[in-house]
């Protein structure tokens, strides 16, 4: 099993920045490919980033390419978002989800562990 906690959302101007964290406990953590989902009211789930563990490959979703970064601590277990450059259209509920798989997919299907989410608002 793996467990996992987002944080770092809330509330900021378009323009702005965040990061997200997302800190894992259970199985060795550094063996997951990790993904960062997000969802909007009356949308549909969608990947904005993925890092994989065997070779640190990336996959990002058009959207965001240029404006969001993920990255990896193995050591603290952590895998992070920054959000750069914010849009009202990237507000909505972010989590971060593990897949033992090596490609960094972005299909939420190959996931095993999801997160609880938390809140992004950005305001125009």
């Known amino acids: 099993q793996v467990q996992l906690v987002e944080s770092g959302g809330g509330l900021v101007q378009a323009g702005g920045s965040l990061r997200l964290s997302c800190a894992a406990s259970g199985r060795t953590f550094s063996r997951y490919t990790v993904g960062w989902f997000r969802q909007a009211p009356g949308k549909e789930r969608e990947c904005v980033a993925a890092?994989?563990?065997?070779?640190?490959?990336?996959y990002y979703a058009d959207s965001v390419k240029g404006r969001f970064t993920i990255s990896r601590q193995n050591a603290k277990n952590t895998v992070y978002l920054q959000m750069n450059s914010l849009k009202p259209e990237d507000s909505a509920v972010y989590y971060c989800a593990a897949d033992a798989s090596a490609p960094p997919s972005p299909n939420s299907y190959e996931y095993d562990y999801w997160g609880q989410g938390t809140q992004v608002t950005v305001s125009s």
């Open positions: 890092i994989s563990w065997i070779d640190g490959s990336t």
